[in-house]
């Protein structure tokens, strides 16, 4: 079965930083966009960063761009998500979503797969 798995959340002063993974198995990886979520206390799940299936096309949330870096590492089956800057703002539950197609969508109910979450919480 399909397994993504986060790892390297934490809590970090602000202006820090922290690098998220997301290790996939069950899947041919190198066939899935993936993309990071995040959903804080109270408030809907949002759209962080995506990446193309092979790499080279990125994309990021607003709030994000300019501060946050997401990679993926097709012959380890995983994807980052580098983490500068930090505000208390971007506290929340960081989730890795997986889409079984070449178009990067944005909306989380269009990503087929999801991992449990980590937690990133940064304090002012």
């Known amino acids: 079965q399909v397994q993504l798995v986060e790892s390297g959340g934490g809590l970090v002063q602000a202006g820090g930083s922290l690098r998220l993974s997301c290790a996939a198995s069950g899947l041919t990886f190198s066939r899935y966009v993936m993309a990071w979520f995040r959903q804080a206390p109270g408030k809907e799940r949002e759209f962080v960063a995506a990446?193309?299936?092979?790499?080279?096309?990125?994309y990021y949330a607003a709030s994000v761009s300019g501060r946050f870096t997401i990679s993926r590492d097709n012959a380890k089956n995983t994807v980052y998500l580098q983490t500068n800057s930090l505000k208390p703002e971007d506290t929340a539950v960081y989730y890795c979503a997986a889409r079984g197609s070449a178009v990067v969508i944005t909306r989380p109910g269009e990503y087929e797969f999801w991992g449990q979450g980590t937690q990133v919480t940064v304090s002012s």
């Open positions: 990446i193309s299936r092979g790499g080279d096309s990125t």
